[in-house]
């Protein structure tokens, strides 16, 4: 029950960045997701380590893998550990592209004030 609780709180916290007044929205965070990747891996963009990168890409091999830790047709459980994965993968991902989206917005706002 508390797991439960803890997935519909993230969902909750994740729905009210996404929809802040002014906060980049679902789809330019989406789209900023593989320009984040990049400039990680590039050394361009410090607000994301590289181990946070990595456990992210775990997220994403864990929930696309044949193998579970608990397995599937251990109906309730099974399930519900993918779903944990996703929520946390989905909210982890959105919250750090919309903090990559606003370091770029930064970035191009300066480069315009020097020029």
């Not at 609780?5 to 980049?24: F, I, K, L, M, N």
């Not at 989905?90 to 990559?100: K, T, V």
Request: glycine share 12%; aromatic share 8%.
């Amino acid at each position: 029950m508390m797991a439960k609780a803890a997935r519909a709180a993230a969902a909750w916290r994740t729905y009210r960045e996404v929809t802040r007044p002014g906060s980049p929205k679902l789809t330019t965070r989406l789209r900023a997701i593989p320009r984040m990747i990049g400039a990680v891996m590039r050394g361009r963009y410090a607000g994301l380590g590289k181990g946070k990168l990595a456990m992210l890409g775990l997220g994403v091999v864990y929930l696309v893998s044949p193998f579970d830790v608990v397995p599937d047709f251990l109906m309730l459980i099974g399930v519900a550990d993918d779903f944990g994965v996703f929520l946390w993968l989905m909210a982890s991902l959105l919250g750090e592209s919309g903090r990559y989206v606003e370091h770029e917005r930064h970035v191009i706002q300066a480069r315009l004030e020097e020029g």
